[in-house]
């Protein structure tokens, strides 16, 4: 009787938020996971909880080199993956009256590059794995323009297109690829937030979906339903119609700095 070996799984992100929800929900799965974010307590605690289950591998995900390590490190102790989820991320939201190109290059670096050397390190690996399936968090933010989102916005739009191409692109050595794109979550990211989050999730919820949509490998996870019955149709109006939808969700701004 041939027993099937627990899954390996890489996922960034895993200290907060959705991305620690969904280590837990991988983890009562029986799987192997290899756990990723800068700060390290919340993952050991995970190692602890699942013994013999969780690799630990922090670090900062902007740093290439770090990225790299990660990599091979991995590949050192489990030699393949089979599944890779890039959650890791982060929002900034801009200030038009003062913009400010660091917040762009912050937010793009953590969004879609350091996704992007995660790819670099991942591939190698998940080319060994069994049935290999890349996943990556968007957002449906991708949907619409909105004010104040240009940087987070323009990091998950290159993300999406990201993966999308890669689909394509990686059909041919059979590695699927999912893109998520969650609506509101409740987590620290969003608790900073000074705006209504219609229809919001708990990240236990998100998680759960994503988990129990993970496996029929679709090419999009998009949640809550309401909201993306909402959001989507948007999508498809013209620019001008867009534009005048945007308008609305434009709030006083904040005071420009030469009025304080
Ligand atoms: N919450 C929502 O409503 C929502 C909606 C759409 C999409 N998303 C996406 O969902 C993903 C998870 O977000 P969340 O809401 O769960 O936020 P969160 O609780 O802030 O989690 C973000 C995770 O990313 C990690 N991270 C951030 N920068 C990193 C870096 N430079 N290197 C390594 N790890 C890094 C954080 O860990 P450390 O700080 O310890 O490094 C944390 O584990 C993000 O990609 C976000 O854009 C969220």
Not at 97 to 113: C, G, K, M, P, W
Not at 189 to 203: I, K, Q
Request: proline share 8%.
């Amino acid at each position: 009787m041939s027993l099937t070996p627990p899954r390996r799984y890489w996922l960034t992100g895993a200290s907060s938020g959705i991305g620690a929800a969904l280590a837990v929900e991988l983890l009562n799965s029986g799987a192997h996971v290899a756990l990723s974010s800068r700060t390290k307590g919340p993952l050991e605690a995970l190692a602890h909880r699942y013994p013999g289950q969780v690799l630990v591998v922090p670090g900062d995900l902007t740093n290439s080199q770090t990225v790299r390590e990660i990599g091979e490190h991995i590949g050192v102790v489990w030699g393949s993956l089979d599944t890779v989820i890039l959650n890791a991320g982060t929002c900034e939201y801009v200030d038009a009256r003062q913009f400010d190109a660091s917040i762009v290059e912050h937010v793009v670096r953590t969004n879609l590059l350091a996704s992007s050397y995660c790819i670099e390190a991942a591939l190698p690996l998940l080319r060994k794995g069994h049935t290999p399936h890349l996943v990556g968090v968007a957002s449906a933010v991708t949907y619409l323009p909105m004010p104040r989102a240009e940087a987070y916005g323009a990091s998950k739009a290159g993300l999406r297109y990201l993966f999308e191409s890669l689909r394509i692109s990686l059909s041919p050595e059979n590695i699927d690829v999912t893109v998520i794109s969650p609506g509101f979550v409740d987590t620290p990211l969003t608790e900073r937030n000074d705006f209504p989050m219609p229809l919001s999730w708990s990240a236990d919820k998100a998680a759960r979906h994503i988990f129990a949509k993970l496996d029929k490998r679709p090419l999009e996870i998009a949640f809550p339903a309401m909201f993306i019955a909402t959001l989507w149709p948007l999508s498809k109006l013209p620019n001008r119609a867009q534009l005048i939808i945007g308008k609305r969700m434009l709030r006083s701004p904040p005071p420009h700095k030469d009025d304080l």
